[in-house]
Every structure is written in structure tokens, then in C-alpha cells.
């Protein structure tokens, strides 16, 4: 699986947009891009995945470079509740792939009132 | 529906005790997983079932064990407790191999002393 970065930490506004990047330039062909988040004392919870083209749900948008080598998650309107420490994760899933969900340090976002 | 639910939510152990942390699903997933959660740290495997009577061991399943009778019960043992097993751990269960459709329960957070 590939390696990815994040920044330690990001504060954002109530109300506002959540941009948070994560940076995977060793990124296979065939490794998806996945999002989950913790919010304090819970257990994970999946946001978003992509591979190559841009994806949007209730919860968020994935936006990935050509290259394919950063992505960013986009919460639109960030409310309190989105206060979490948000994980970014490439790997191979499905029949070819993992079983494992592994994470790093991740991003945490503070939403401040 | 329940999701994923796990018992005991909190347990202090003493060096050397055994205990078993429960973990049952009502959504009939076939997979199920145990993972740890280190503080500070992600995610680390423990060991994964695909299915009634088969489990695998995963990254780090030194000093556990499981068992999967049912499709609903996965309950992992802790045999001979350490310090080292201190951690919050997770179970989790899919209905397929796909890392999105990773459901997690609540967490049992287990120190050893």
C-alpha cells in the first residue's frame, strides 16, 4: 500500500469549507483512494473513495489530481460535529486487495464555533 | 437495527488474567474483524473471519484468539493478559471484501496492569 502524508492538524470555521490534503505520490495504478474519520472515542467511519476521477456523496467530495499523486477531501459546510481526526488511505481493495484497514497519524480537524 | 455492538465498553485487567471481548452484527455480514487502536496510534489488524468457522490471523495476532461459530458472534480472547495488550480495541464486520463497507462498533477499552 501506498505511503500517504497529511498534515498533523487544520482548524476550519463553522459553516465553512474543509479542505483537507493528503499526499500519495507513490501511488499505484490500481490503489484507491479512501477516506474514513474518528471521532473522539468511536469507532471509524468511512467518508468517500475514488481512483481517478472525482467523487461526491452526502458526507463529502473527493477531488484527486491527474497524476494522481494528492487528493483532497472537501467537507462543504463544516459543522461542530465534523471535529475528528480524519485518515487518508491507498490500497488495493476487493477480491484482488486487502482485508486490512490501516492508518497513519491522520488530519485533525477542529471546527470552531 | 443494532449494527455492531461490543461488550464490555471498559475493562481493567491484571497481568496475567484472561478475558474475552464480545462482538456480534445483526446486518448477516459474513466478514468480521478485531482490530487495536494504540493511543495516538491507527489501526492495526488482529484477526478477520469471511465467514462462519473460518478465521485468518491478521497483523498483529500474537497473545489472541478467536472463534466463529455463528455469523453474528466473533468474540476475540485475550489468553494471558501483558501491558502491552493495553489498547482500545474494535470489531467490525462487512457484507463484502470492500474496505468501505467496514461497519464498526463502539470500541472496549481495555488497559492491563
Known amino acids: 500500500d501506498a505511503k500517504t502524508t497529511q498534515p498533523t492538524s487544520m482548524d476550519c470555521a463553522e459553516g465553512r469549507a474543509a479542505n483537507l490534503p493528503c499526499n500519495h505520490s507513490?501511488?499505484?495504478?490500481?490503489?484507491?483512494v479512501y477516506w474514513y474519520r474518528q471521532i473522539h472515542s468511536q469507532g471509524p467511519q468511512y467518508i468517500i473513495h475514488?481512483?481517478?476521477n472525482n467523487e461526491t456523496n452526502e458526507m463529502a467530495s473527493l477531488i484527486i489530481t491527474e497524476d494522481r499523486k494528492s487528493s483532497t477531501l472537501i467537507l462543504p459546510h463544516a459543522t461542530l460535529r465534523d471535529t475528528a481526526v480524519y485518515y487518508c488511505?491507498?490500497?488495493?481493495?476487493?477480491?484482488?486487495?486487502?482485508?486490512?484497514?490501516?492508518f497513519g497519524k491522520g488530519t485533525k480537524l477542529s471546527v470552531i464555533p | 437495527n443494532a449494527g455492531v455492538t461490543q461488550t464490555p465498553k471498559f475493562r481493567i485487567l491484571k497481568i496475567g488474567q484472561s478475558m474475552t471481548l464480545q462482538c456480534a452484527q445483526d446486518?448477516?455480514?459474513?466478514?468480521m474483524y478485531w482490530y487495536r487502536q494504540d493511543p495516538g496510534m491507527g489501526l492495526k489488524l488482529i484477526y478477520y473471519s469471511v465467514g462462519a468457522g473460518i478465521t485468518d490471523k491478521g497483523e498483529v495476532p500474537n497473545g489472541y484468539n478467536v472463534s466463529r461459530s455463528t455469523t453474528e458472534d466473533f468474540p476475540l480472547r485475550l489468553e494471558l493478559a501483558a501491558p502491552s495488550q493495553t489498547s482500545v480495541y474494535f470489531c467490525a464486520s462487512s457484507y463484502s471484501r470492500e474496505v468501505y463497507e467496514q461497519y464498526f462498533g463502539p470500541g472496549t477499552r481495555l488497559t492491563v496492569t
Open positions: 475514488g481512483l481517478k
Open positions: 446486518m448477516n455480514h459474513n466478514y
Open positions: 488511505i491507498a490500497l488495493i481493495t476487493g477480491w484482488a486487495g486487502s482485508y486490512q484497514l490501516t
Open positions: 507513490t501511488i499505484s495504478g490500481n490503489e484507491y
